[in-house]
């Protein structure tokens, strides 16, 4: 197979991370370079960094860098300029002087997977490309959704000729037939990083700085996709049930923010915000000390993976109860961590109810407190759930993923499945 490049505007810079497809774009180069395959990530990086650079069989190419000197705000700002120079100044660099070398060279081909609609230009500029030279055939092209974010934007047609086209869960699948095009689905991953056991000193810690309260974390974007009003609702519920809740909230920079701790306001819940004061574990204590009466805690610094371990697997349940989630990769975290995750039904194929997660269907808050309360009162459950949801996440490390699902799907001689019948 040779090699494999992956195309994506996220990546493992602190300027190139938003959101998870920068972890899943981390987790999946690194466990390719790790399996032996010389993999190359094109993604909109640091512009203080180096354009190339080599970590093992992981080569970095910062691309748009030119650009992103002029937005310091990271990887989205300044997102058309960027997607416009992406798209015509990458594929012929990456084809003539990467691919063609390469696959000429030596008796074998390459993978290309490209990530989200902004590559999209850039995968058909890279089909025409490879065509113009007589080479397509020895290059298997794949485009990845993650989400339905500029679905509008696409030429469906255009690239289900040009690619491969996949997603990353069944619910996701589903959603795309309306487009006329019937996707692969290939799951995310976790990083070994998820597995490394939360530290007991500090879930300790957690539980002497709340004492005898109901922790509930919840780690998303400020989006109404992530159901954040129905966490509130559930806190109010479990306080008119005599309940002490205490929501561990780390939201984004998005305006729905505002409307979400008006709506804990309004409930008659009390609010404090939060910054750590260092970025690691002892950060996150130091936030959960002398909150008094509050109920809601609001961090308003990025969690790094060790003090969110700590916090999932700390937390009484962990909320990430989307309305709309095409996988559900802070669930799997959660269950990584040793926590108990309550998912929505959407997109988590990896959750089964009261097996190995709380799943919830509705936006009734009393779904959850009345699930929580009965397992409250079952400590055997709640560890056999947890127990069970850690097992479930092992199947789920990228050396799995990329073993059972994407390998067998990344032959070079692979065509694009025939869209839907109108």
Known sequence: MGQFHILSFEGPDAYARAGGLASRISGLTEALADAGFETHLWFVGDPTQPGHETRGQLHLHRWCQWISRYHPGGVYEGEEGKCADYASSLPPHLVGEVLLPHIRRHDGGAIVLAEEWQTVDAVLHIDWLLRCAGERARVGILWNANNVCGFDRIDWPRLAHAAVITTVSRYMRQRMWSLGVDPLVIPNGLSAEAFAPADRGATAAVHRCVGDRVVLGKIARWDPD???????????????????????????????????????????????????????????????????????VSLRSHLNPEPRRVLYRSADAVLANSGHEPFGLVGLEAMAAGGLACTGGTGEDYALPGWNALVLQSNDPREFVDVFHRLQADPAEQRAIRHHGKVTAQQYTWAHVIQRHFLPRVTTRSRPPSALPA
């Open 226 to 296: 992530k159901r954040w009003l129905l966490a509130i609702d559930i806190v109010g519920e479990l306080k008119r049930h005599g309940r002490r809740p205490l929501l561990v909230a780390r939201g984004g920079v998005e305006a729905h923010g505002a409307e979400v701790l008006a709506r804990a306001a309004a409930a008659g819940l009390r609010v404090v915000e939060r910054s750590l004061p260092e970025p690691g574990v002892q950060g996150l204590l130091e936030s959960l000390r002398n909150l008094g009466d509050a109920d809601i």
